[in-house]
């Protein structure tokens, strides 16, 4: 058989059977290992459709720690999720905040300290970073992750607090800025943040990512931190952005950037182009009517007319933007079935309120994450 007909036959395999092929013979593990087919494999998986990625997470004390974190895949469909990937340490993981995914990676940080993680949940590699520059604000630790397309390497960008002064108008901190390339072996200082780094969830498209700043009751800001320069530059912040509304998000939809607004029983999207420079760069996609009430509504994809929401960490919805009416898809406590192995279910829930599920849009790749 031909070399490019090989190729294209090992491009269509999922990454578990790539990686087994690569003992077949000297010619497939060579063609495997080089870039380019690693590239390429990507670009087939982000084609073959919607796939999305599951994390339950335990609630516990948040001083507590899980002694597992599971990778779970879901099509988007049904009520059947299978595992991917199981990591197990007998010292445990700190309970993390929102994951975030680039390129087939997922990163997750700890909540109340230091510890980051990055995991390939196809190829099973798993690293946990170094400790960064101490922040003296005990919070959610701010944390992006993203891809600098000119040069392929994948960076996680962590703001922290050097101090700060409780005075009325919040004017004396120091913010810092520090960037990690997966790969390399420490952290990197960056060009410090015009402004304070809030607690809201970055967004990353290729090339950037966008952070929400300021201090309440301030006036609310964006920034964008691109990934070839590591530099900030401001970018308008959407109109209805409020810095003490702590069930908005800044999310990714369909390749924009995106904002979540959550007032009442609607949730506003809004969407911007990156680099847009305007004043104003920002439009209202769509209004979505509520089945009822509900505080936390992150959507996390946009495919074929409709937009991938997840409410209260149970639910994954879909809303149809051709009929414009929100549709429930599967509540991950009380209807899904997970696999852990062919024939071996793990009731995640089962309606029991000790677990949330964090949900992320997902493509299997053979991206590396480095020493």
């Not at 340490?89 to 975030?100: I, N």
């Not at 498209?205 to 900030?232: C, H, K, N, V």
């Amino acid at each position: 058989m031909p070399d490019h007909i090989s190729e294209q036959v090992l491009l269509r395999l999922p990454v578990k059977s790539i990686l087994r092929f690569r003992s077949v013979c000297k010619s497939w593990c060579a063609m495997i290992a080089e870039p380019r087919f690693v590239s390429l494999q990507l670009q087939m998986s982000k084609s073959r459709g919607l796939s999305m990625l599951i994390l339950p997470l335990q609630n516990m004390n948040l001083h507590e720690r899980m002694q597992r974190i599971r990778f779970i895949g879901y099509p988007g469909y049904g009520n059947v999720a299978r595992l991917v990937h199981e990591r197990v340490c007998s010292s445990g993981f700190a309970l993390w905040t929102h994951p975030l995914q680039c390129d087939g990676l997922v990163v997750a940080a700890a909540r109340l300290s230091s510890e980051i993680f990055v995991c390939n949940p196809a190829t099973k590699e798993f690293v946990e970073l170094p400790a960064g520059t101490p922040d003296v604000w005990d919070n959610f630790q701010k944390v992006g992750f993203g891809v600098d397309p000119s040069t392929g390497e994948h960076k996680v960008v962590r703001c922290f607090m050097r101090h700060y002064y409780s005075n009325e108008d919040f004017t004396s901190y120091s913010c810092g800025c520090e960037v990690f390339t997966l790969g390399s072996r420490a952290w990197r200082p960056a060009l410090d943040p015009p402004y304070v780094i809030v607690d809201m969830m970055p967004l990353s498209i290729p090339g950037a990512i966008y952070w929400s700043a300021g201090s309440p009751p301030a006036t609310p800001r964006m920034l964008r931190f691109d990934l070839q320069d590591e530099e900030f530059t401001n970018f308008p912040p959407p109109p209805c952005m409020d810095l003490e509304d702590h069930y908005s998000y800044l999310t990714e939809l369909g390749g924009k950037l995106c904002y979540c607004h959550s007032p009442g029983d609607t949730v506003q999207l809004w969407v911007a182009d990156d680099g847009a420079t305007k004043a104003a760069p920002w439009s209202q996609l769509c209004t979505i009517k509520l089945l009822r009430p509900c505080r936390e509504i992150i959507p996390f994809a946009a495919y074929e007319g409709g937009i991938f929401l997840y409410v209260n960490f149970s639910v994954i919805c879909r809303y149809d933007t051709g009929r414009q009416v929100l549709e429930p898809v599967v509540n991950m406590h009380r209807d899904m079935d997970y696999f852990l192995s062919e024939d071996k279910l793990y009731p995640f829930g089962l309606g029991a309120s000790n677990w949330i599920h964090f949900v992320v849009q997902y493509s299997e790749s053979m991206v590396t994450i480095g020493n």
